[in-house]
């Protein structure tokens, strides 16, 4: 179980406030060696999902497609046709859709933390970092504290 009490906003990327933080209880279900692990795991998956591939090649090539190798497999009809379109669009307009990608690929790690919170949670599902067991969210939850860091807001201090 968590213990949550409002008092701490957090903007996601769908601009809706949502307020949540620690108690002040001391019986709270973690240590914090776990709180650590937990933290670890958030920060890389934020790190994971700040990482778009499509989008740091739209801002070097200013298109999302792999260049093409002169000597081994030759671009696809819909991947020449996916260059050109990139190419044809002003600078203003690739940023805006690098910006698009960059929030889907974001959204999608957000649905995983909400996927494995749930698989965690329901005991279908149990993760471990360096062998110690990763249980349910010892903050706001998942989803909640990737958003969070992926927003660049601090840990909450552990009370």
């Not at 890389?44 to 200013?62: P, T």
Request: hydrophobic share 40%.
């Amino acid at each position: 179980m968590v213990y949550l009490k409002p008092s701490r906003i957090c903007v996601d990327s769908l601009s809706l406030v949502k307020v949540r933080t620690l108690s002040q209880r001391d019986d709270l279900p973690f240590t914090p060696g776990q709180a650590h692990s937990y933290r670890w795991f958030i920060d890389e998956l934020a790190a994971v999902a700040r990482n778009s591939v499509l989008s740091r090649r739209i801002q070097r090539n200013g298109h999302p497609v792999r260049n093409a190798d002169p000597e081994g497999l030759p671009l696809s009809e819909g991947e020449t046709a996916l260059r050109d379109l990139f190419l044809s669009l002003t600078p203003a307009q690739r940023r805006i859709l690098t910006a698009l990608i960059e929030q889907s690929r974001q959204s999608a790690a957000h649905d995983l933390a909400v996927f494995l919170e749930d698989q965690i949670e329901s005991g279908k599902v149990a993760l471990s970092i360096d062998g110690a067991p990763l249980a349910e969210s010892p903050y706001s939850g998942y989803a909640f504290d990737l958003t969070c860091r992926l927003a660049g807001d601090d840990w909450p201090e552990l009370p």
